[in-house]
């Protein structure tokens, strides 16, 4: 049952994104941000890494950045 936990992510991925999550990654920098790396990939098969920053309190949430890692673009 792989990533049953994130099964909602997942589907938000396929429904909106057209791809397959392949990853997510949380990094709690401090108490009061943690850093979210969400890597999914798509029908054509490149591979992209969404990078936010969710901030504990408030739960608002930062884009830092967008990046295609096949096509080495960077957004």
């Known amino acids: 049952m792989f990533m049953e936990k994130y099964s909602n992510l997942k589907e ?3 429904e909106f994104l057209n791809g397959k999550l392949s ?4 990094e ?5 941000t943690t850093t979210v790396n969400v890597i999914y990939r798509d029908e054509a098969k490149y591979d992209f890494n969404y990078k936010l920053e969710v901030n504990n309190d408030s739960k608002d949430i930062k884009f830092r950045e967008h990046i295609c890692d096949d096509c080495n673009e960077k957004i």
């Open 23 to 26: 990853m997510i990654k949380m």
């Open 12 to 14: 938000l991925t396929k």
């Open 28 to 32: 709690y920098d401090n108490p009061k």
